[in-house]
């Protein structure tokens, strides 16, 4: 009777018994040899830099000018030091002028609905290093309820498929970086284990030193063996709305002019988009620490979203908000056309509600919910979103509402 040659169970007592040359092997078997061969690679890499495609800062910009429109100067910036960041990691130890390049943090400031994760999530998909995008607003000083800083890697390292080399050379996109700012500008005496805390606990991580992570999360898993992860060559990218940062701005221009060129030099600045001006002192001003400031030394801003940005936002990208309809109203055989008035009418909305692009789905799905819930099974081939359609669709839900959304 056949039975298996590992652990000698009879074809009855398996699930699956497969046969070799001379042998036999069951379920149990291989898969208990598939765990073995995990746990004896875990951290053996075959990340190789060398490998790497290395792709110029204008090609990385041409590919985000696919998916992002507008917000030219962020993208420059990131695209600069994605491209810096490879060729750090290319850089050998033994190069003969001795000089070693270090890395540059980047952090983005920008209004909510500006892009700042979609820059992240688009440019995750063209790297060829681990990438992972975290939220600042669950993480909290060691010791309190919340996630601890360590589990910003442990997150790459699941990325990298617990590769640590690979995870070493990756890159953590830290969202919503304004939301660990304290509360006032002074330093606190008392604790706060949601903002300063934080801040301080970054600190080594920005740097780069040697920090041990637990790979499931610390707090569920205390019995797990740590593994210690250098991030010296992780590259930190933050973005955060920094809300009323812009009074901070505003308040240091004026204090800045003084004299009888004041009313002159006021003259050149824009106040309808000040985030231009920001600096490194406005975000001390905000709460963000001085020494989280120095880690963090290139500092870009995403411009406001102005009528003609919106109504590109809506056709233009390659998976823009139009083309996601028209494709998925398309499975069902169905032709969707929108007018230019229509789409003009979606960005005016848009702009009332002062919700970025985002405001732009939300108003989409308001106007396109009945027709797709009924086209679908009443037969219909083709459907037309003119102005009056979209107007009568936003006016049977409370306005008032979907502002407050």
Sequence with gaps: ????????????????????????????CIEQAHNIIQEETKGKSDFDVSQIELLKPREIKQFLDQYVIGQERAKKYLSVAVYNHYKRLMQTRNDEDGIEIEKSNIILVGETGTGKTLLARTIARMLHVPFTIVDATVLTEAGYVGED???????????????VKAAEKGIIFIDEIDKIARKSDNPSITRDVSGEGVQQGLLKLLEGSIVNVPPQGGRKH????????????????????????????????????????????????????????????????????????????????????????????????????????????????????????????????????????????????????????????????????????????????????????
């Design 149 to 163: 800083i360590e589990s910003l890697l442990t997150r790459l390292l699941q990325v990298a498929d617990y590769d």
């Design 222 to 405: 205390p019995e797990q063996k740590m593994i210690p992860i250098n991030t010296q060559n992780i590259l930190f990218i933050c973005g955060g709305a920094f809300d009323g940062i812009e009074k901070k701005i505003a308040h240091r221009l004026n204090t800045q002019i003084v004299g009888y060129g004041a009313a002159k030099d006021r003259d050149y600045i824009d106040k309808e988009n000040l985030l231009q001006y920001v600096a490194p002192q406005d975000l001390k001003s905000f709460g963000m620490i001085p020494e989280i400031i120095g880690r963090l030394p290139i500092l870009t801003y995403l411009d406001p979203l102005d009528k003609t940005t919106l109504r590109n936002i809506l056709t233009e990208p390659k998976n823009s908000i139009i083309k996601q309809y028209i494709k998925l109203l398309g499975m069902d055989k169905i032709e969707l056309t929108f007018d230019e008035k229509a789409l003009m009418y979606i960005v005016d909305k848009s702009i009332d509600f002062k919700l970025g692009a985002r405001g732009l789905r939300s108003i989409c799905e308001v106007i396109m919910i009945d027709a797709m819930f009924e086209l679908p099974s009443n037969g219909a081939s083709r459907l037309r979103i003119t102005t009056n359609y979209a107007r009568q669709k936003l006016e049977k839900i409370n306005m008032k509402l979907l502002k407050a959304s």
């Design 1 to 28: 009777m056949d039975k298996c040659s590992f652990c000698g169970r009879d074809k009855k007592d398996t699930n699956l018994l497969i046969a070799g040359i001379s042998g036999h092997i069951c379920d149990h």
